[in-house]
Antibody, heavy 124, light 107 residues
Framework: QVQLQESGPGLVKPSETLSLTCTVS??????????WTWIRQSPGKGLEWIGN???????KYNPSLNSRASISLDTSKNQFSLKLTSVTAADTAVYYC????????????????WGQGTTVAVSS | DIQMTQSPSTLSASVGDKVTITCRAS??????LAWYQQKPGKAPKLLIF???NLITEVPSRFSGSGSGTEFTLTISSLQPDDSATYYC?????????FGQGTKVEIK
């Protein structure tokens, strides 16, 4: 069973770049069985899908982030990462990494495994 | 973008009650819908995928139905452990959107 663990700074200054990493165990980021996904949840708010990446390197992002997000894979470390540029207080949130389980390479199972989440505050 | 609208935003019910949460999509999404349960301070937990498929370890009192634009999550007999916020989630190659959540409280 895949397990995920987020890591990264808990505090980022406005206008800087937020960088988070998700370490994968019990599976490999080279697997064709998952989209590797980032989601966030602002304080007291609902869930927001940020984007995902496939083992092939294909990426999709939430258009509402105005091209500020980028997701990458590091197969040597079995990790995937999120960078969010030009952050503001509105980017303060709990950030989750998750897997979206696929069936023969197609969307099917939804977000079936989640990390515990990491809190990121944007403040000077 | 496809919008997902959940109702109600909160509900309060007694142990043993039947509870229904509705999720409406702004356009047809076939059955590309999942339901999650989130308890305070925890990550969401997948309950149902593809509108009506229950995850193996999820109690059978949970069920999902619907297709197109209207979907429901039903808890047939509410238990104290079901106190949580529930989210619907549309997932596809073209878009991914969550509903705003429904908080379920036990009276």
């Amino acid at each position: 069973q895949v397990q995920l663990q987020e890591s990264g700074p808990g505090l980022v200054k406005p206008s800087e770049t937020l960088s988070l990493t998700c370490t994968v165990s019990g599976g490999t980021v080279s697997s064709a069985d998952y989209y590797w996904t980032w989601i966030r949840q602002s304080p007291g708010k609902g869930l927001e899908w940020i984007g995902n990446i496939y083992y092939s390197g294909s990426m999709k992002y939430n258009p509402s982030l105005n091209s500020r997000a980028s997701i990458s894979l590091d197969t040597s470390k079995n990790q995937f990462s999120l960078k969010l540029t030009s952050v503001t207080a509105a980017d303060t949130a709990v950030y989750y990494c998750a897997t979206e389980g696929l069936f023969f390479g197609e969307h099917y199972y939804g977000l079936d495994v989640w990390g515990q989440g990491t809190t990121v505050a944007v403040s000077s | 973008d496809i919008q997902m609208t959940q109702s109600p935003s909160t509900l309060s019910a007694s142990v043993g009650d039947k509870v229904t949460i509705t999720c409406r999509a702004s356009q047809s999404i076939s059955t590309w819908l999942a339901w999650y349960q989130q308890k305070p301070g925890k990550a969401p937990k997948l309950l149902i995928f593809k509108a009506s498929n229950l995850i193996t370890e999820v109690p059978s009192r949970f069920s999902g139905s619907g297709s197109g634009t209207e979907f429901t999550l039903t808890i047939s007999s509410l238990q104290p452990d079901d106190s949580a916020t529930y989210y619907c989630h549309h997932y596809s190659s073209y878009s991914q959107t969550f509903g705003q959540g429904t908080k379920v409280e036990i009276k």
